[in-house]
Each structure stands twice: as C-alpha cells, then as structure tokens.
C-alpha cells in the first residue's frame, strides 16, 4: 500500500513537471508569436512610410523651386521698385511678391521638415524591427514546429 502510494505520488509529481514544461513552452510560444504580430505590423508601417518617402521627396523639390521662383520675383519688384520708390503700384506689386516669397519659403521649409521627420521614423522603425528580430532568434526552439 505505501510503495503504491508512493509510486502514485511519483507520477503525479512528474506529471506536474511535465505540465509545467508545457506551460513554459506554449508560454514562449505565445511571446514569440506576440513579438512576430509586432514585428509583421512594423514591417508593414515601414513599406507605407518608404512608399512616402518619395512622395516628399518630389514636395520638397517642388516646394524649394517654388520658393526659389518667388524669390526671383521678389527681387525684380524690388529693384523696379527701388527705380521709382514713390509709385503705388510699384510698392503694391513689391509687397505682394514679398508676401508669396514668405508663403513659398513656409511651405518649403515645412516640406523639408516633414521629410526629415519622415527619415527619422524610417530609421526608428528600422531599429525596431531589428532589436524585434534579434528578440525572436533568442527564443529556445523559434521556429516552433508542432
């Protein structure tokens, strides 16, 4: 009775161990899983972000040449207007050029701006998914075959 009782206590001992080992496993199993979820969603974030990184790209050219045009404008109404500074007319078109070489200028550094924040969150994301990466080859047994 007592080396039965014994022997019962030894299978229901290891039998905890095993479940544990099982509980550890599908445990890792979930995190890694948990870590490739956010790994897949940041590699799809970093293709959005690339795709408009050439996007602002184009704006910012278009957006310097833009300035760059108002800007020469500015200066021919200016020097017309140092010609004859008593004429209206002259100031009137002064002012407004130096008003769209001021707006153009806002806009091309603001589209500046935005692509270097763009730059920015591609290299964060970049790095993310590479600590992401290195987490997941650290997981025992990753790949998981069932």
Known sequence: MIVALGL??????????????SISTLNEQKHALKIGKDLNEQKIKLTKLENQLAVKTRLVDKTAEQAQISADKNGTAANRLTEDAQDKKKAS?????????????????????????????????????????IKLAAIPGYPFSN
Do not use: F, P, W
Request: proline share 0%; net charge neutral; charged share 35%.
């Open 93 to 133: 078109r002064a002012n407004n050029s130096a008003r769209h070489a001021q707006h153009d200028a806002k806009k091309a550094r603001k589209a500046y701006d935005d692509l270097e924040n763009l730059n920015k969150d591609i290299e964060s994301l970049k790095s993310k998914i590479a600590d992401d990466e």
């Open 8 to 21: 019962l206590l030894s299978v229901q001992l290891s039998a905890q161990v095993v479940s544990k080992d």
